[in-house]
């Protein structure tokens, strides 16, 4: 495990001290001693907290106060800001994990551990007597009147906690829980707790964030703003239950098949295609959003249900305005699902590049043929944040699991990354856990690239399935390619036609893969089944492949392209309106606004001049 405690020197819940606040956007600088695998976690991270928080960052300019994140001895960080010139936060030899660069940076932004509570006596009880002699000042109290916890409940699996064992002198726990079941639970490292997450707001003081622009999970009776039309036929529905199709919402799920009845009252959108006729639609728009961040990279990320005939299309749809009094907007086609019915809720992810406002639009379009269900989708969010490059579903993990023969693999198909580098990423299936991998593949762009090709950075992740990603923990892992030798001597990163062996795909063509390299061990069924790690009976898994090059003499990384959409049906209805067009600069749903009601009534008054 990663060393991720501080230094006795640097160590001193959350300061009082609002002139020891960063200013967002906090500057920073990435050390060029840093290991490569540490700045790309390191950008994962920051993102993190972009997503969950008010808070942004920039590479340093001129300014006196930054953060200057260094490869020192182990994984430290002051608390708040407090040093100018360039404020140390040490990411050293292990500690290239993302829940050890929160961790730090939570440091930081002015966060004690958790056990340095001042309440937390209530809690946990300190074994001092089995704590290595001279670590003792590591588990002090931090008292009231130096800190505040913000109303926030103690945490047990709070990403600043200490593990059982932390600083212990033998193999006796150091950390005792009052409460035993939550024992196994300190210490956890897969990222922020949700409780985390709510201390920083309240902390920093946000009123909104900067990254994430929207979630709807269509809970108590809500459709979070959205508008619903429909061109002959049947419109989106808000139902518990869909005839054909799933019997319960992606969010109360049971463990076992999504068609299993679930004892809930949760709700999802359905649009049926079982009557009407061919070309029939309906459509479901979000509500307005405006584009923040200067790359303007867009991740929207939804579950759907396909119950309907393999004609029926669900399209997904960009419509961005020139401001805020345009009420047509232009619609441009940014995804596409069709093909065979599903038997679980699948994951979905669409890249966008909004640069103004816009508002995105889910069209079901009925196909040809007969129909007994539809489509159905829940659990959509919306995040100024870059999609993952590979996503792959495991339904009925369990079985497969335990019915597969021990170490089978499951590759992906084969992937392009932005660079034009060939890929494939997959799992492999060990009866009680999982292990993940990466291969470079021969490509159509193998002549025009440099082999080899280190610097590029694969993230494996199972995804903490909890339906709102701000309460998301998940797990993931990164490495990074080098310049490192296989057993024969030869470049593990080289050119796979060169190094890798030949197998024949599923389009039978014939393709060399280089040495596979990950994690044989990632995540085992116990693990798995904390959290919504398994929901409906399915795991995900989201992979990214990214060029960190740039990182070699700069502490950022270029904005995301958004690679061509594949379209099987080409899309039709260009010119379509938008459900509920815009009054006065302001969408039908803020009507109902007292403030606005107000401003609409005194405008009417005003006299003709």
Same mark, same amino acid.
């Given at each position: 495990?990663?060393?991720?405690?501080?230094?006795?020197? $640097?160590?001193?819940?959350?300061?009082?001290?609002?002139?020891?606040?960063?200013?967002?956007?906090?500057?920073?600088?990435?050390?060029?001693?840093? =290991?490569?695998?540490?700045?790309?976690?390191?950008?994962?991270?920051?993102?993190?907290?972009?997503?969950?928080?008010? &808070?942004?960052?920039?590479?340093? !300019?001129?300014?006196?106060?930054?953060?200057?994140?260094?490869? $020192?001895?182990?994984?430290?960080?002051?608390?708040?800001?407090?040093?100018?010139?360039?404020?140390?936060?040490?990411?050293?030899?292990?500690?290239?994990?993302?829940?050890?660069?929160?961790?730090?940076?939570?440091?930081?932004?002015?966060?004690?551990?958790?056990?340095?509570?001042?309440?937390?006596?209530?809690?946990?009880?300190?074994?001092?007597?089995?704590?290595?002699?001279?670590?003792?000042?590591?588990?002090?109290?931090?008292?009231?009147?130096? %800190?505040?916890?913000?109303?926030?409940?103690?945490?047990?699996?709070?990403?600043?906690?200490?593990?059982?064992?932390?600083?212990?002198?033998?193999?006796?726990?150091?950390?005792?829980?009052?409460?035993?079941?939550?024992?196994?639970?300190?210490?956890?490292? $897969?990222?922020?707790?949700?409780?985390?997450?709510?201390?920083?707001?309240?902390?920093?003081?946000?009123?909104?964030?900067?990254?994430?622009?929207?979630?709807?999970?269509?809970?108590?009776?809500?459709?979070?703003?959205?508008?619903?039309?429909?061109?002959?036929?049947?419109?989106?529905? /808000?139902?518990?239950?869909?005839?054909?199709?799933?019997?319960?919402?992606?969010?109360?799920?049971?463990?076992?098949?999504?068609?299993?009845?679930?004892? #809930?009252?949760?709700?999802?959108?359905?649009?049926? %295609?079982?009557?009407?006729?061919?070309?029939?639609?309906?459509?479901?728009?979000?509500?307005?959003?405006?584009? !923040?961040? =200067?790359?303007?990279?867009?991740?929207?990320?939804?579950?759907?249900?396909?119950?309907?005939?393999?004609?029926?299309?669900?399209?997904?749809?960009?419509?961005?305005?020139?401001?805020?009094? !345009?009420? *047509?907007?232009?619609?441009?086609?940014?995804? *596409? &699902?069709?093909?065979?019915?599903?038997?679980?809720?699948?994951?979905?992810?669409?890249?966008? #590049?909004?640069?103004?406002?816009?508002?995105?639009?889910?069209?079901?379009?009925?196909?040809?043929?007969?129909?007994?269900?539809?489509?159905?989708?829940?659990?959509?969010?919306?995040?100024?944040?870059?999609?993952?490059?590979?996503?792959?579903?495991?339904?009925?993990?369990?079985?497969?699991?335990?019915?597969?023969?021990?170490?089978?693999?499951?590759?992906?198909?084969?992937?392009?990354?932005?660079?034009?580098?060939?890929?494939?990423?997959?799992?492999? @299936?060990?009866? %009680?856990?999982?292990?993940?991998?990466?291969? @470079?593949?021969?490509?159509?762009?193998?002549?025009?690239?440099?082999?080899?090709?280190?610097?590029?950075?694969?993230?494996?992740?199972?995804?903490?399935? %909890?339906?709102?990603?701000?309460?998301? /923990?998940?797990? +993931?892992?990164?490495?990074?390619?080098? $310049?490192?030798?296989?057993?024969?001597?030869?470049?593990?990163?080289?050119?796979?036609?060169?190094?890798?062996?030949?197998?024949?795909? =599923?389009?039978? =063509?014939?393709?060399?893969?280089?040495?596979?390299?990950?994690? #044989?061990?990632?995540?085992?069924?116990?693990?798995?089944?904390?959290?919504?790690?398994?929901?409906?009976?399915?795991?995900?898994?989201?992979?990214?492949? +990214?060029?960190?090059?740039?990182?070699?003499?700069?502490?950022?990384?270029?904005?995301?392209?958004?690679?061509?959409?594949?379209?099987?049906?080409?899309?039709?209805?260009?010119?379509?309106?938008?459900?509920?067009?815009?009054?006065?600069?302001?969408?039908?749903?803020?009507?109902?606004?007292?403030?606005?009601?107000?401003?609409?009534?005194? /405008?009417?008054?005003?006299?003709? /001049?």
């Amino acid at each position: 495990m990663s060393n991720i405690f501080q230094s006795p020197n $640097l160590q001193r819940s959350a300061i009082i001290d609002e002139d020891e606040l960063w200013t967002s956007p906090v500057p920073y600088v990435l050390d060029k001693g840093l =290991e490569m695998n540490a700045k790309g976690v390191i950008l994962r991270a920051l993102d993190q907290f972009r997503l969950k928080s008010c &808070i942004d960052f920039k590479p340093r !300019d001129s300014e006196d106060y930054y953060i200057s994140v260094q490869k $020192l001895g182990g994984c430290f960080s002051y608390i708040g800001k407090v040093l100018p010139n360039g404020q140390t936060l040490s990411i050293g030899r292990g500690c290239d994990q993302i829940s050890t660069v929160e961790h730090e940076f939570l440091h930081a932004f002015g966060f004690y551990h958790e056990q340095s509570r001042y309440d937390r006596d209530s809690f946990v009880t300190i074994a001092f007597e089995n704590i290595r002699e001279g670590r003792e000042r590591n588990f002090r109290i931090v008292s009231k009147s130096e %800190t505040t916890t913000n109303g926030v409940p103690y945490d047990y699996s709070s990403v600043m906690h200490y593990s059982q064992y932390a600083f212990s002198n033998s193999s006796k726990r150091t950390i005792i829980t009052k409460d035993p079941a939550f024992q196994e639970v300190i210490g956890q490292r $897969l990222e922020v707790s949700p409780s985390d997450v709510l201390e920083l707001n309240l902390l920093y003081k946000c009123n909104s964030t900067i990254a994430f622009k929207m979630y709807c999970g269509f809970t108590n009776g809500t459709t979070c703003h959205m508008s619903n039309c429909s061109r002959s036929g049947k419109g989106w529905e /808000m139902v518990t239950r869909a005839d054909g199709g799933p019997s319960s919402d992606h969010t109360s799920l049971p463990s076992g098949n999504s068609n299993h009845q679930g004892q #809930n009252t949760s709700s999802f959108m359905h649009a049926s %295609t079982a009557s009407g006729k061919e070309g029939d639609s309906a459509w479901l728009e979000t509500h307005r959003m405006s584009s !923040d961040r =200067e790359c303007h990279t867009q991740c929207l990320q939804f579950y759907y249900f396909h119950s309907g005939n393999e004609s029926d299309v669900l399209n997904i749809w960009l419509r961005e305005f020139q401001d805020e009094w !345009d009420s *047509q907007g232009s619609l441009r086609l940014i995804g *596409q &699902i069709t093909g065979p019915r599903t038997s679980h809720w699948q994951l979905h992810h669409v890249s966008l #590049n909004a640069t103004k406002h816009f508002q995105v639009e889910f069209e079901a379009h009925k196909g040809a043929g007969s129909s007994s269900g539809g489509f159905s989708i829940d659990d959509i969010n919306l995040s100024e944040v870059e999609c993952p490059h590979v996503t792959m579903q495991f339904d009925d993990i369990e079985k497969l699991l335990s019915t597969s023969k021990y170490g089978t693999t499951i590759p992906s198909p084969r992937q392009y990354s932005s660079g034009g580098y060939a890929y494939r990423v997959g799992i492999k @299936l060990y009866k %009680t856990y999982v292990g993940v991998f990466v291969q @470079l593949l021969s490509g159509i762009n193998d002549k025009q690239l440099q082999w080899p090709c280190p610097q590029r950075q694969v993230t494996f992740q199972m995804l903490d399935q %909890t339906p709102n990603i701000q309460q998301q /923990m998940s797990k +993931q892992r990164s490495i990074t390619t080098d $310049l490192s030798t296989i057993s024969n001597g030869t470049l593990r990163w080289d050119n796979p036609r060169v190094v890798g062996t030949p197998f024949v795909d =599923e389009n039978k =063509e014939t393709i060399f893969a280089g040495p596979a390299s990950g994690r #044989n061990f990632f995540m085992d069924l116990e693990e798995m089944r904390t959290r919504q790690f398994i929901n409906g009976g399915s795991v995900v898994f989201v992979f990214s492949f +990214q060029d960190l090059t740039p990182l070699l003499s700069g502490s950022a990384l270029p904005c995301p392209k958004v690679g061509p959409v594949d379209i099987r049906y080409p899309p039709r209805d260009l010119n379509r309106a938008p459900c509920s067009p815009r009054i006065f600069g302001f969408s039908p749903g803020l009507l109902a606004s007292p403030v606005l009601t107000f401003l609409l009534a005194l /405008m009417l008054m005003i006299p003709d /001049m």
